[in-house]
């Protein structure tokens, strides 16, 4: 199965941008749905985005606080996910985990086989 590492993460000022990748090794990574994820302090891991695996419909999904401002793509030639974050917010503060499932879509995080040990996004007011 694939191996996930992130980066890109900072701290930024409210209203800018910052852009997560996530590598993954293997060369099935076509066949993974892969997720964002994020937990901030004291809270529980909560859903970002998603996008599906190479099979058709191919889909992405958002989480409500994060649509319209987060876009998540992947290149499959690179092996890479990425997480475009502009008008960033103090309340995106957290850190971020990169997840890959091997079987369909999904927004719950216990389904992902797969997780990277997060990168820290911190945004400032």
């Known amino acids: 199965q694939v191996q996930v590492v992130e980066s890109g993460g900072g701290l930024v000022q409210a209203g800018t941008s910052l852009r997560l990748s996530c590598a993954a090794s293997?060369?099935?990574?076509?066949?993974?749905?892969m997720g964002w994820f994020r937990q901030a302090p004291g809270k529980e891991r909560e859903f970002v985005a998603a996008?599906?695996?190479?099979?058709?419909?191919?889909?992405?999904d958002y989480a409500d606080s994060v649509k319209g401002r987060f876009t998540i793509s992947r290149d499959n030639a690179k092996n890479t996910v990425y997480l475009q974050m502009n008008s960033l917010k103090p309340e995106d503060t957290a850190v971020y985990y990169c997840a890959a499932r091997s079987g369909y879509y999904s927004r719950f995080y216990n389904q992902y086989d797969v997780w990277g040990q997060g990168t820290q996004v911190t945004v400032s007011s």
């Open positions: 996008i599906s695996r190479n099979d058709s419909p191919y889909y992405v």
């Open positions: 293997g060369r099935t990574f076509s066949s993974y749905t």
